[in-house]
């Protein structure tokens, strides 16, 4: 399948500012990928539907907060602000493509394939700007729908929820195209499990793990933005 498609990676939290992927190790694993597969000086903030609405870590290990997730149900003037950032070459074939994808699922944690782990936390998903063509849409998602169903076990999960990923059969992600990416063709991105019932995620539910990881903070920092954080920061103070 030949390709010829200027794309990046959808972010939407720490795989932006985060170097390594297990802090204790300082594995540098976050870094590297950005540095070997992404232009980051050319990152671009683009509106999206986000909101924190995952409870991310271990209880054990005191380490839970409340993570980034998609929500198509949000309207426009609750979008947030993301990351979109290019890739360091053209896509112009499926396998380069694949490869882009396995590679950031490495970034994002446990599990290399599309679908992450056997329950599913996190699925990877493609997002194309309109203008692309619908041919090259088609074979890219039953290609990447393939892909989906390699992890079988946790392809039944995700088949079972998929209003909590936003990500459709084919592995599409249901969000409209965002803003300001013009300049793509299309976005790939990690879409985790969000809880079942979000309307319960409050500010204050949200605060009272805001301590345990730096999280909310280093969003803040990287102007990945939430409708949710005025009224954060209102509970916690700027530097909670």
């Given at each position: 399948m030949k390709m010829n498609l200027n794309g990046g990676v959808l972010i939407v939290g720490s795989l932006f500012w985060q170097d390594d992927l297990k802090p204790e190790k300082e594995d540098g694993i976050r870094k590297q990928w950005r540095e070997n597969r992404l232009v980051e000086k050319n990152s671009v903030d683009v509106m999206v539907p986000i909101r924190y609405g995952r409870l991310s870590g271990q209880k054990k290990n005191?380490?839970?907060?409340?993570?980034?997730?998609?929500?198509?149900?949000?309207?426009?003037?609750?979008?947030?602000?993301?990351?979109?950032?290019?890739?360091?070459?053209?896509?112009?074939?499926?396998?380069?493509?694949?490869?882009?994808?396995?590679?950031?699922?490495?970034?994002?944690?446990?599990?290399?394939?599309?679908?992450?782990?056997?329950?599913?936390?996190?699925?990877?998903?493609?997002?194309?700007?309109?203008?692309?063509?619908?041919?090259t849409q088609a074979s890219t998602l039953k290609k990447w729908h393939e892909n989906l169903k390699s992890n079988l076990e946790g392809y039944g999960h995700l088949s079972q929820a998929r209003n909590r990923y936003c990500v459709g059969e084919e592995g599409e992600l249901l969000i409209s195209w965002p803003k300001y990416a013009d300049d793509f063709d299309f976005l790939i991105a990690t879409s985790t499990k969000a809880e079942s019932d979000m309307s319960k995620i409050t500010p204050e539910e949200i605060v009272k793990y805001i301590v345990n990881r730096d999280y909310f903070l280093l969003n803040r920092k990287a102007r990945i933005q939430t409708f949710q954080d005025i009224d954060i920061e209102k509970l916690t103070g700027p530097n909670v």
């Amino acid at each position: 399948m030949k390709m010829n498609l200027n794309g990046g990676v959808l972010i939407v939290g720490s795989l932006f500012w985060q170097d390594d992927l297990k802090p204790e190790k300082e594995d540098g694993i976050r870094k590297q990928w950005r540095e070997n597969r992404l232009v980051e000086k050319n990152s671009v903030d683009v509106m999206v539907p986000i909101r924190y609405g995952r409870l991310s870590g271990q209880k054990k290990n005191d380490n839970q907060v409340y993570t980034m997730v998609f929500d198509k149900s949000l309207h426009a003037k609750d979008f947030g602000i993301a990351k979109a950032i290019p890739f360091q070459n053209v896509i112009t074939s499926w396998q380069e493509l694949e490869s882009e994808v396995v590679e950031m699922s490495k970034a994002e944690g446990t599990g290399n394939s599309f679908v992450k782990g056997m329950k599913a936390w996190c699925v990877c998903s493609i997002i194309f700007n309109p203008k692309v063509s619908l041919e090259t849409q088609a074979s890219t998602l039953k290609k990447w729908h393939e892909n989906l169903k390699s992890n079988l076990e946790g392809y039944g999960h995700l088949s079972q929820a998929r209003n909590r990923y936003c990500v459709g059969e084919e592995g599409e992600l249901l969000i409209s195209w965002p803003k300001y990416a013009d300049d793509f063709d299309f976005l790939i991105a990690t879409s985790t499990k969000a809880e079942s019932d979000m309307s319960k995620i409050t500010p204050e539910e949200i605060v009272k793990y805001i301590v345990n990881r730096d999280y909310f903070l280093l969003n803040r920092k990287a102007r990945i933005q939430t409708f949710q954080d005025i009224d954060i920061e209102k509970l916690t103070g700027p530097n909670v």
